[in-house]
């Protein structure tokens, strides 16, 4: 973890992750164990159906999958947050042959998953935030990598899109 607390947008972007993961949790929890609760979320019904939930958990599982190879293909490199103080390699392989952010794009899609799985407006909400707030990192990481790998990343970029 890479956030210090300041008041900068890298930080706001820690702080905002938390806020999403904390109201991913407690919609996850209402859901499984909130009984009468649940009405409260504001349930989506035209989107509960069985095919939507099969492709939400396919969704869902995929994406956890696609997570794990990518941060395990990203070795000592991983970091969560920007972190200017160790120098890392750049990764180009594996997954990120294509996708530069292979592990964002993942969280994208289990936040889909999770929307088709549990449809309600909490969940759409948190689908919008996610996407939102992992743009801006990804801008965020983009300027930083920029800086700190030059013409090696700029070919990178040309070669390989910021989500596919």
């Known amino acids: 973890m890479t956030f210090d607390g300041s008041d900068d947008a890298?930080?706001?972007?820690?702080?905002?992750?938390?806020?999403i993961l904390f109201l991913e949790f407690l919609m996850?929890?209402?859901y499984c164990f909130g009984g009468d609760w649940y009405v409260y979320l504001l349930p989506i019904w035209y989107l509960e159906?069985?095919?939507?939930?099969?492709f939400g958990w396919i969704?869902?599982?995929?994406?956890?999958?696609?997570?794990?190879?990518?941060?395990?293909?990203?070795?000592?490199s991983?970091?969560?947050?920007?972190?200017e103080k160790n120098k890392t390699e750049l990764v180009t392989d594996g997954l990120f042959q294509f996708s530069r952010n292979p592990?964002?794009?993942?969280?994208?899609i289990v936040d889909i998953g999770i929307l088709l799985l549990i449809p309600n407006a909490l969940s759409l909400c948190i689908v919008a935030l996610s996407v939102a707030s992992i743009h801006t990192q990804v801008r965020l990481e983009e300027s930083f990598l920029k800086k700190?790998?030059?013409?090696?990343?700029?070919?990178?970029?040309?070669r390989v899109g910021r989500w596919i």
């Open 10 to 19: 890298h930080d706001f972007q820690g702080k905002l992750f938390k806020i």
């Open 148 to 158: 700190s790998f030059g013409k090696e990343y700029w070919e990178y970029c040309e």
């Open 103 to 108: 592990i964002f794009l993942g969280i994208i």
């Open 78 to 83: 991983w970091r969560i947050g920007i972190d």
């Open 59 to 76: 969704l869902l599982h995929l994406s956890l999958i696609w997570i794990f190879i990518a941060q395990l293909q990203m070795k000592d």
């Open 49 to 54: 159906n069985e095919s939507l939930q099969l």
């Open 28 to 30: 996850i929890g209402i």
